[in-house]
């Protein structure tokens, strides 16, 4: 199966990327996988990797709107700014939705535990003797 991964032509980013993939391409041809709980990386083949301007490619865009409509929701209702636009928070929950962690799919966003409650996401915290990143 050919793979692209199409990026926003952004060349700060550039180099960290290119490098990124060919780190983890580097470690699958030598054994070395690292492991992945929440995905699914089948690095059987090279994939390709292309940076393009998004005002040319429509799936970037999508990708923009995707992204803005999560910040959005999450800036108000973190903030508490404003009231919150019902329509917003059913898009948000939306695309929580077709998150697929078993299958390596959906949306990837960075939220700390406070800030996913307030937004009224549930939140699975680990037991403290679990978890490795609370000190």
């Known amino acids: 199966m050919c793979v692209a991964s199409i990026h ?9 990327l290119t490098d990124a993939k060919a780190l983890m391409e580097d470690l699958t041809r030598r054994g070395n996988t690292l492991p992945a709980p929440f995905s699914d990386y089948n690095l059987s083949s090279v994939a390709e990797l292309r940076f393009v ?8 865009q999508a990708a923009d709107l995707l992204a803005g409509c999560a910040m959005r929701f999450a800036r108000d209702a973190i903030g508490r700014r404003r ?8 898009a948000f929950f939306a695309l929580l939705g077709l998150t697929d962690e078993f299958q390596g799919r959906g949306i990837n966003l960075v939220f700390t535990y406070a800030a996913l409650e307030r937004m009224g996401v549930p939140v699975f915290r680990l037991p403290a003797w679990l978890d490795l990143d609370n000190d």
């Open 8 to 16: 926003d032509k952004q060349l700060q980013y550039g180099a960290i």
């Open 53 to 60: 301007d998004s005002t040319s490619e429509i799936c970037l």
């Open 83 to 90: 009231k919150l636009s019902p329509a917003l928070r059913d």
